[in-house]
């Protein structure tokens, strides 16, 4: 659907996400019988592809899915800082986007 990809703006990206076939969406309720609503509730509301339609960080936290794990009377708060990656510093080149590629499979390939 055209609002799924609303929220993507550089043209390749579009034209790559545009070769995928539009499916329908999953019935939840089909998928994982015999669930609480509310963990299907929740499963539909997070697994959305445009990010400004998908539940928020806050509203996961109230969702009623987790009354029972919270403690009653007690706030969570959301602390942290953005991830800053080191790559994201500097210059990259076709080269260096290379190199770095190289060096992440370096970490999974058998030696």
Not at 46 to 74: A, D, M, T
């Amino acid at each position: 659907m055209e609002e799924d990809k609303s929220f993507v703006t550089d043209q390749k990206a579009l034209e790559y996400l545009n070769t995928f076939q539009n499916l329908q969406r999953a019935d939840m309720h089909a998928k994982y019988p015999g669930s609480p609503p509310e963990a299907i509730d929740f499963l539909e509301k997070s697994l959305v592809f445009n990010p400004y339609f998908r539940i928020s960080l806050e509203q996961c936290i109230e969702h009623p899915l987790f009354k029972n794990v919270r403690k009653q009377g007690q706030v969570e708060s959301i602390k942290g800082q953005p991830v800053v990656l080191e790559f994201e510093k500097e210059e990259l080149t076709k080269e260096r986007m290379r190199e770095l590629i190289l060096f992440e499979i370096s970490h999974y390939a058998p030696q």
